[in-house]
């Protein structure tokens, strides 16, 4: 199917501080599509929102995935509807502070503080983590947002938020309840679930390890000099431009938390991709390090943290629930190339354990 466009027609330059006159209404023109009557109505409200949001008029919308995309005489901006209006809030600040210590990577924020945050829009593509060159770019950016992401001045949100080691034991507390819920598995699912069975006993032994570790100390030393972390790192949140400079979006999650905890994403869901190999692993922290230096238990807490088999639960747990986004064509495969992989898997941690 098509996707959805709309294009708003004969509407004067917006004045945000003014209401319109009257009889200058906005048309809206549904070009493609059925839902014309449902669409329209839910479109010209939303839009004098917007408008009043960026001071401009806005000439076209466009369905971009859940969101929408404005486009406007001064460029585009993608539109989400906000669930956590005290995150954002205090997330303008942080925002502004990194501009002013030398962080551009990431969109410029619109927000009217209640219902809605306007992005500017990045040409370009999203990261894939098959790409070995690609994680080492997103590496380096995400060294220099931690390196000047650290002891901002903007106080904690407030916000209740797990830190990394309790985001590590839920999400094997998840897994473990899935495991021994047989009954949630499908039956071409059932081969699946005794692979599942090894990765339940790694995440056990790596937990015990993590437990021996001071983790919980870090990540609240890391929260209370205020390091900041984004703690989504999945490939669709990093955005290329054609200069292959990466642009960090989606800033839901991000929290004073470990730092470890985005380098370990970053490394756990890229060399899944790359079948472990270790010329990968030191490469993108090279890049990573080259702006923000591990100390040396940070990278024994990272060591540790890769034992952990996150990526298999996630997508396991994702697929088993029927969660948006993990249909059984591309999450099943991967789950099957993440148990073919173990042996590659092990191998890697054993080198890293000596060498870092």
């Avoid at 040396?296 to 639960?313: A, G, H």
Wanted: aromatic share 10%; with cysteine.
């Amino acid at each position: 199917m098509e996707p959805l466009v709309l294009r708003l027609r004969n509407h004067q330059t917006f004045n945000p501080f003014f209401a319109e006159q009257p009889g200058k209404q906005r048309r809206v023109v549904l070009e493609k599509g059925s839902r014309r009557s449902s669409q329209e109505g839910k479109i010209e409200g939303y839009s004098t929102k917007w408008e009043q949001i960026l001071g401009t008029s806005i000439q076209g919308v466009e369905r971009l995935y859940q969101n929408w995309l404005l486009i406007t005489p001064h460029g585009k901006w993608v539109t989400k509807e906000l669930h956590h209006p005290d995150q954002l809030l205090w997330w303008i600040k942080v925002d502004r502070e990194l501009r002013e210590k030398g962080f551009h990577e990431m969109p410029l924020i619109r927000t009217d503080g209640r219902q809605w945050l306007l992005s500017s829009w990045v040409e370009g593509k999203r990261t894939t983590y098959k790409n070995r060159k690609e994680i080492t770019i997103v590496a380096s950016m995400l060294g220099k947002f931690h390196a000047l992401g650290r002891g901002l001045a903007v106080t904690d949100s407030g916000i209740h938020r797990q830190h990394l080691l309790h985001r590590v034991h839920s999400r094997f507390q998840s897994f473990s309840s899935l495991l021994h819920s047989l009954g949630k598995w499908q039956e071409d699912e059932y081969d699946l679930h005794h692979v599942a069975s090894i990765f339940h006993t790694y995440g056990q032994e790596a937990l015990g390890r993590l437990n021996q570790l001071p983790l919980a100390e870090l990540c609240e030393w890391d929260r209370r000099t205020h390091s900041i972390t984004h703690r989504d790192l999945a490939s669709h949140n990093i955005l290329l431009n054609k200069e292959d400079t990466p642009w960090l979006i989606d800033f839901e999650t991000a929290a004073y938390d470990c730092q470890v905890g985005d380098i370990w994403q970053l490394l756990s869901r890229g060399l899944s991709e790359q079948q472990w190999n270790r010329s990968v692993a030191e490469e993108v922290l090279a890049a990573y390090e080259a702006h923000r230096p591990l100390t040396v238990l940070e990278k024994r807490i990272l060591v540790t943290l890769l034992s952990f088999p996150n990526e298999f639960y996630r997508e396991a747990l994702g697929l088993i629930l029927q969660k948006d986004g993990y249909g059984k064509n591309k999450t099943l495969p991967y789950l099957e190339q993440l148990a073919r992989d173990i042996p590659c898997w092990r191998s890697f941690l054993k080198e890293i354990e000596v060498a870092w």
